[in-house]
Nanobody, 119 residues
Framework: QVQLVESGGGLVQPGGSLRLSCAASGSGFSVNAMAWYRQAPGKQRELVADITRGGSTNYADSVKGRFTISRDNAKNTVYLQMNSLKAEDTAVYCC?????????????WGQGTQVTVSS
């Protein structure tokens, strides 16, 4: 079993910054792609950013230039640095991790962390 533990959400004023972390733990697995999704009230879940094991990244147009996804392969951890936050970034953010365990592929989701941007 692989567990994901997220941290770093909270309340921030517009223009502020937050850094989210998501650490995968367990045994007998390797991590491939890692991603962050978000879901705002009344809206569909959307991909915010993803990163391959080799470090290639992809961002939603709405966050390009403001958010940065990164990862530490030694720690099986993915980060999301969020700068210049806007009210419309308010959502529950979840990490998503593709792993290979005993030669099979699995997708795991974090429990979600609330990000609220408000003055």
């Amino acid at each position: 079993q692989v567990q994901l533990v997220e941290s770093g959400g909270g309340l921030v004023q517009p223009g502020g910054s937050l850094r989210l972390s998501c650490a995968a733990s367990g045994s007998g697995f390797s991590v491939n792609a890692m991603a962050w999704y978000r879901q705002a009230p009344g809206k569909q879940r959307e991909l915010v950013a993803d990163i391959t094991r080799g470090g290639s990244t992809n961002y939603a147009d709405s966050v390009k230039g403001r958010f940065t996804i990164s990862r530490d392969n030694a720690k099986n951890t993915v980060y999301l640095q969020m700068n210049s936050l806007k009210a419309e970034d308010t959502a529950v953010y979840c990490c998503n991790v593709d792993v290979v365990r005993f030669a099979r592929s699995y997708v795991y989701w974090g429990q979600g962390t609330q990000v609220t941007v408000s003055s």
